[in-house]
């Protein structure tokens, strides 16, 4: 269960206005406007494997990952989890419900111990009235998750499970901020299973298609999430 108070969470930078100033869609606010959010921020704790949320549950919050990694998820017809896409730090969900008052239509679960910071429809409120353009700002973070989704679909109904990884591996590399070069190591966000949740097939067949790539000389493996990519040119060209 996520603890109420950030006081519980032991993360040196869990504040209010530290969280709220890594936020896009607020990054224009003056000062008073961004003191307002943070006022009304409440912050919450949850270590791994926690539920942050769920499918149909009424949303009238935005989340914020203060620290750690959030998956967003839904389950297909068969009961095989999906992994939609990965939250890290200064990342957020729940924007759609700062408009308008809905249901969920996914599922939220803290991969790591993961702090966050939370800002309710009612407090934004006021604010969006008398600053339009974060509105925009919204629409804008909505059109850029729906390409994602999109890409990610295609990729599921189009792409052969090496190019899946392949796409994947360079996600999350663009994803971690570091310059795509040979020899960049790269920090997996997800184990095994979750990674064959993400791409549409199975543990085993991620471990060996892992594998095979070691054995081509396109990456290295550093333990169990850790990997050296060795040759970007070659793990771009299964894509």
Do not use: W
Not at 34 to 47: A, S, Y
Not at 219 to 231: A, P, S
Request: proline share 1%; hydrophobic share 35%.
């Amino acid at each position: 269960m996520g603890c109420e108070s950030c006081d519980k969470c032991k993360h040196r930078n869990c504040t209010g206005e530290y969280c709220a100033k890594k936020v896009t869609i607020f990054s224009e606010l003056n000062n008073q406007l961004l003191g307002d959010i943070v006022n009304n921020i409440e912050r919450k704790h949850f270590g791994k494997g926690d539920i942050i949320f769920e499918t149909g549950q009424l949303s009238d919050r935005l989340y914020i990952v203060n620290t750690g990694r959030v998956k967003i998820f839904t389950y297909s017809r068969d009961g095989k989890e999906q992994i939609l896409y990965i939250l890290n730090e200064g990342d957020f969900v729940g924007e759609l419900s700062l408009l308008k008052m809905t249901s969920l239509e996914f599922n939220a679960a803290a991969l790591e111990d993961t702090s966050l910071c939370t800002v309710s429809k009612q407090h934004f409120d006021a604010i969006i009235k008398n600053n339009p353009e974060i509105t925009l700002k919204i629409l804008e973070s909505l059109h850029d998750r729906l390409i994602k989704l999109e890409m990610l679909v295609q990729s599921l109904n189009t792409k052969d499970i090496e190019a899946r990884i392949a796409s994947m591996l360079i996600g999350f590399l663009k994803e971690s901020g570091k310059n795509p070069v040979d020899g960049v190591v790269l920090e997996l966000p997800l184990n095994r299973e979750e990674m064959g949740n993400y791409i549409g097939t199975t543990r085993e067949t991620i471990s060996r298609k892992l594998a095979l790539l070691q054995d081509g000389g396109i990456l290295e493996f550093i333990g169990n999430r850790k990997i050296i990519i060795k040759d970007l040119d070659s793990l771009e060209r299964l894509i």
